[in-house]
């Protein structure tokens, strides 16, 4: 009985998360440490997270679910991009590099859309 009660608690739980809290935990939990930037274009977004001179980017769509195709990458100044692309429905990437206190340049698309951020530092 007990058990039944857990089970179905825990199913009330997870139909109370909306799809776009879902889509920011999942981005969230593929890289690890600080949002440090959020690049937005007209159909997906990337998301920039940095820990210990480590950048992690990933693209997610507007409108995930649905296989498309999607890219993400990462090159720090002086070294070659890392790159994640093909067809998903729920995210490109996670993809990491070194950068230490150089400067990124992070790309990302979805579709047709697509965005580049030009030398930044995170």
Avoid: N
Avoid at 32 to 46: E, M, N, P, Q
Wanted: with cysteine; aromatic share 6%.
């Amino acid at each position: 009985m007990a058990l039944a009660l857990a089970v179905l608690t825990a199913s009330g739980m997870l139909s109370l998360v909306s799809p776009g809290t879902a889509e920011a935990a999942s981005a969230a939990s593929a890289c690890s440490g600080r949002k440090a930037k959020t690049l937005t274009f007209s159909t997906g977004v990337v998301r920039v997270y940095r820990r210990s001179g480590y950048v992690c980017a990933v693209t997610v769509p507007k409108r995930p679910g649905v296989r498309q195709w999607m890219s993400v990458s990462i090159r720090a100044r002086g070294g070659r991009p890392v790159v994640d692309k093909g067809l998903f429905s729920k995210r490109a990437g996670p993809v990491t590099v070194h950068a230490g206190r150089r400067q990124v340049w992070i790309q990302g698309a979805v579709g047709r859309g697509s965005v580049s951020s030009g030398w930044i530092r995170c």
